[in-house]
């Protein structure tokens, strides 16, 4: 008897050796790498400005499939677990200091620049960083392991920096490597705020380096259609109702207003959306154009109705429906 426990013990010893990798997390079988980095400075408009410390902060991990531009295609250059900080947790005990508050207070206009080591810069929204369904989706990484095809064991080159980690970017582009600067700023645009305005536009007017490049009238030329039922709720007024929202993808109607893509485009270019009351949002480039998630935002025609009418974005992304924007009469493109 004692003979047969010891076997069954050896039995089950020599399984758990051949199987240690082979458990049901395919991300953690390879060995993780500290990534090198200085110190990251938080500036602009904020009232308690300085020093990143990590040291407090949650340790968080996204997957990741990177890809860049190269010769003008797509390139893929590795599948990785990345661990590191939240963005979301580095900024959300910053004290906002509008530049813009007296204009215009709500903070969905707000951008934030990375900066890394290089000079590199990249864009990206208030909205995009802390409204999403789905948060803690943008890392400064300070660790990285690669994630190897069981058949091939094909591997990619390690990063030695820390880096930015976009996880909802397609052409990762974003992903610049050790950052040293985070800047909040507002949109650079002067629009007035007239709350009595009547909420109706009959047009959408594109501007481009300061002058109308376009517009938008109807959906003649846009025949690909999207349906999005939601639970609508807003960060100050709660639930607003079940809808199904349908529209156009917002991408489809300005992607001949853009430039061409490429990688300037992908790390530094933005909208601002706004409406004939002045109410503004940011959206930049990357997550309106360069999605890897399927979520779309979506231009809807509400027609003229007893509140107004007639243009308004859907951000499907959103877990709130602040940069659910109406009435809307211009979109700038801009570029950091």
Same mark, same amino acid.
């Not at 090198?36 to 340790?59: A, H, M």
């Not at 963005?87 to 813009?100: P, S």
């Not at 400064?140 to 094909?154: D, G, H, Y």
């Not at 490429?262 to 004939?276: E, H, P, W």
């Given at each position: ?45 904020? +009232? ?37 900080? *939240?963005? =979301? ?5 910053? @004290? ?75 052409? #990762? ?11 909040? @700023?507002?949109?650079?645009?002067? @629009? ?8 109706? *536009? ?8 300061? $002058?109308?490049?376009?517009?938008? #009238? ?13 639970? =609508? ?5 709660? =639930?607003?109702?079940? %809808?199904?929202? $349908?529209?156009? /993808?917002?991408? *489809? ?20 959306? *706004? ?16 999605? %890897?998630?399927? +979520? ?18 859907? /951000? ?14 211009? @979109? ?5």
């Amino acid at each position: 008897m004692k003979k047969a426990i010891k076997i069954i013990f050896f039995l089950i010893f020599i399984q758990s050796f051949i199987f240690a990798n082979n458990n049901n997390d395919f991300f953690d079988d390879a060995k993780t790498y500290e990534l090198e980095g200085g110190k990251i400075i938080v500036q602009g408009e904020i +009232s308690n400005p300085g020093q990143v410390d990590f040291k407090n902060l949650k340790l968080r991990s996204l997957i990741v499939r990177e890809t860049k531009f190269e010769n003008g295609k797509i390139k893929f250059t590795g599948s990785y677990r990345y661990d590191g900080y *939240s963005l =979301f947790d580095i900024l959300k005990n910053r @004290i906002l200091n509008k530049k813009n508050r007296i204009e215009f207070k709500p903070v969905v206009d707000l951008l934030v620049v990375i900066e890394n080591s290089k000079g590199e810069k990249v864009v990206l929204t208030w909205g995009e960083l802390f409204y999403p369904a789905n948060l803690h989706r943008i890392l400064i990484a300070t660790k990285v392991s690669p994630v190897i095809p069981v058949k091939t064991k094909e591997q990619w080159p390690l990063p030695r920096k820390r880096k930015m980690i976009f996880a909802n970017d397609f052409i #990762t582009e974003r992903n610049i490597k050790n950052p040293v600067k985070i800047t909040v @700023i507002s949109a650079p645009v002067h @629009i007035k705020v007239n709350r009595k305005a009547k909420l109706y *536009s009959e047009k959408i007017n594109l501007i481009k380096n300061n $002058k109308i490049a376009g517009e938008i #009238t109807d959906w003649k030329n846009f025949q690909y259609r999207l349906n999005y039922p939601t639970v =609508f709720y807003g960060r100050g007024r709660g =639930f607003h109702g079940i %809808n199904i929202f $349908k529209g156009v /993808p917002l991408k *489809s109607v300005l992607k001949d207003f853009t430039d061409k893509e490429n990688v300037n485009l992908i790390r530094k270019g933005y909208f601002i959306v *706004s409406a004939v009351d002045g109410y503004r949002i940011t959206i930049s480039y990357s997550e309106l154009f360069n999605r %890897n998630d399927n +979520s779309e935002f979506l231009l809807i025609d509400k027609g003229v109705n007893s509140k107004g009418g007639r243009f308004k974005i859907y /951000p499907s992304a959103d877990f709130f429906s602040d940069r659910a924007v109406k009435s809307i009469d211009k @979109i700038f493109f801009k570029n950091i």
